[in-house]
């Protein structure tokens, strides 16, 4: 027998005040998780000191214990400090790497947990699940850039000459290139299922082509063709000026032009891939299968 | 405000029949415009094979009725769902929750349903009972003093008052089941949508849900539950749909399906050394219709169903051809037919199959 009462409506209200709520919702949820793995502790201490440790060493092997080597060098990179060197380029990878597996896999993870389904069911915009995810990440990113600094500067006894300001410009410039990638990423993922061969290709890339530890002017021709495109060569190059030279922001506009343009379009590329994959999924049910 | 909670008008789903590397078909179905091989933009086209998971369902639920839609694995009952709750698109046909269009208006139906799929799978383990809902509420659009009432009020309900802060991982199965189910009560919806709630409970929390579904439609919600339970599905259900091949073959309420059997009774076998032989010889004997076996737990122990207009009549046969060739009879009855019985006559399965 039916009920004589009926609920009509629900709870829920839309105004632009609760998306945001959501948005904050989504951001407050990743960030408890997060810190509820310990393993934070070693992405933000400990990997920044042992990733650029061996092409450091080899850097001193090469260059002579005396750096008698380092001559050479400082002619095609106009900097003397190679340790600063090897490690904003280090640095600057292992942002793109983690934000290709973090954000990247954000809602790949959500939907191995079995979490991803309950969270599409809900009236809040699509995007902000992605978006959400991702301040925490760039706020964790952005400590460890910040303690591998220091670390690099008590530890390795490196000298940023550079300034601050400029660095942060540089770090906030490359945010929407970096991202956007993470964003496009995230969304193939999730229809590909399975993507580490991408991302081992997408890091190999830029390592191979946007000279985290050399100078492009050491590669052959065509592979300095290639490095024009990539948005992470121009990223490195200003973070160096920022840190390590003195030439001020006269050294890094015209890289913060380009980074900007590249960010314009890896942005608009993330959202537009991350709209099709909704789409896609709405058609193929993709969404719920492991 | 239309009667109706939910209304489904010829929905059709379908998807891409996966194929194997050697081009066998998985599935059997019609073609769709054709695709090129690979990436190789040149190539011969290949005809797309589809499977269709639903095949013209028509359903109108009332408001204020719990309707169970039954279905083994596969038959398109999760489809079917889906495409209500908006996750999945319709190929074609029409479907309205609370007169709201899933496909025109998919927020506004997310914002009427309140779903639980996944169960426990669907709730954050490193999260507590109390962040979940908070966090769902945030999502469900529910104004922060609205909000923290309505939890409150919930983890009461409940029952998970004391351990509402600890993380979820460190809940029982029932208990995480609560919190799913909390959170898909959060935004007080019209209509909510129950996919197996009571899968993997142990027996008194299966109850206690059951009483709590119960309790929900007095207080006026829609409850559409879906579940491989026929006593549950008997026991909760105004009115049963049951599905199968993707199509509605029965609507109505379980009284008047167990009617569609008429005078048939159930004869119910228990018994050892059960082949397939035996099932052929049963099949043949005059009056035996349905006959549907599965092995009870591990041991070598079986339930045999079979439906007759005359059991008198058919018993000394079947007595007959189970002696011997190591079959023992173990328990014999003569049963009314339920849920599960009309579900076999009308699709010549066990639901369970």
Redesign the interface.
Known sequence: ???????????????PW??L??L???I??EW??FL??PSWIVSLFVWPIIFPMGYILTARALSGVDGSGLAQFQATTGLTEYVGYLAVGTMIWMWQNMVLWNVGYALRNEQL???L????????WRFAYLLGSSVPQLVSMLTMLFISGLEYALIFGVHFSGSLGLVLLVILASIPAVYGLGFAFASVVITAKESNAFVFLVRGIVMLFCGITYPLAILPEWMQAVSKWLPQTYIIHAMRSAALSTEGFGGIAHDLELILLFGAFWLAAGFALFNRMERRA????A??QY | ?SDLAIEAHQLVKK??ARTSAGGDKKAEGESAPAKRRGFWPFGKKEPKIMFTAVNGVDLEI????IFGLLGPNGAGKS?TI?ML?????PTSGTARV?GFDVVKQA??V????G?L??GE???????SGR?NL???A???????A?AKK?INELIERMEIKDRAGE?VEKYSTGMRQRIAIA?AL?????ILLLDEPTLGLDPQAARRLRELIAEL??????ILLTTHYMEEADLLS?RIGIIDQGKVIALDSSENLKQRIGQKEVIRLELTGWHDDLADKLKNITGIEALTAHQQGEADLWEVNMQSQNSRSALPRIVEHISGNGTRLVNLNIVKPSLEDVFIHLTGKALRD
């Open positions: 027998m039916r009920s004589e009462m009926i609920v009509s409506s629900s709870l829920g209200r839309s105004t609760n998306g709520r959501a904050g919702a989504v407050r949820r408890t998780i509820r793995y947990r079995g979490t389904e309950s969270n599409w069911l809900s009236p809040t709405r058609q193929t049910g969404i719920g | 405000m998807f891409p009332h408001r204020g009725e489809t889906r709750c908006t996750l999945l698109e609370n927020n506004e997310r914002r009427n349903l779903t799929l996944a799978r669907s709730i954050y383990w490193k999260l962040e908070e966090y769902f945030a999502l469900y659009h529910i104004p922060p609205v309505r993380l959170k959060l935004a007080r919806p019209p439609k007095q207080e006026g919600h829609t105004d």
